[in-house]
Nanobody, 128 residues
Framework: QVQLVESGGGLVQAGGSLRLSCAAS????????MGWFRQAPGKEHDFVAV????????DYADSVKGRFTISRDNAKNTVTLQMYSLKPEDTAVYSC?????????????????????WGQGTQVTVSS
């Protein structure tokens, strides 16, 4: 089992920044691809970003490219989502997810149900 706990959400004005963190425990963190997803009220989980086990490969949803950065620290068992230039449409519950794999294929891992473990999420609200 892998336990994932997100933190760092909050209320921010449009154009502002937030830094989300996801702390993992339970298994070898570096065995896992880590992703961030978001879910707005009444909608499905949307892919945001993903990072491979070593942190050397990342992919982003088109809607966040150039504004969000995903990174990981395997020594601290954390994955971070740095968000800049936030927009009201970024408002959602943000969750991290873990998929056990040392192999990484670019353009993959964008489906919520591909992952093995998920966190409970943290609310991000961007006011206009």
């Amino acid at each position: 089992q892998v336990q994932l706990v997100e933190s760092g959400g909050g209320l921010v004005q449009a154009g502002g920044s937030l830094r989300l963190s996801c702390a993992a425990s339970g298994r070898t963190f570096s065995d896992y691809i880590m992703g961030w997803f978001r879910q707005a009220p009444g909608k499905e989980h949307d892919f945001v970003a993903v990072v491979n086990w070593s942190g050397t490969n990342t992919d982003y949803a088109d809607s966040v490219k150039g504004r969000f950065t995903i990174s990981r620290d395997n020594a601290k068992n954390t994955v971070t989502l740095q968000m800049y230039s936030l927009k009201p449409e970024d408002t959602a519950v943000y969750s991290c997810a873990a998929l056990r794999s040392k192999v990484y294929y670019r353009g993959s891992y964008s489906r919520w149900d591909e992952y093995d473990y998920w966190g409970q999420g943290t609310q991000v609200t961007v006011s206009s």
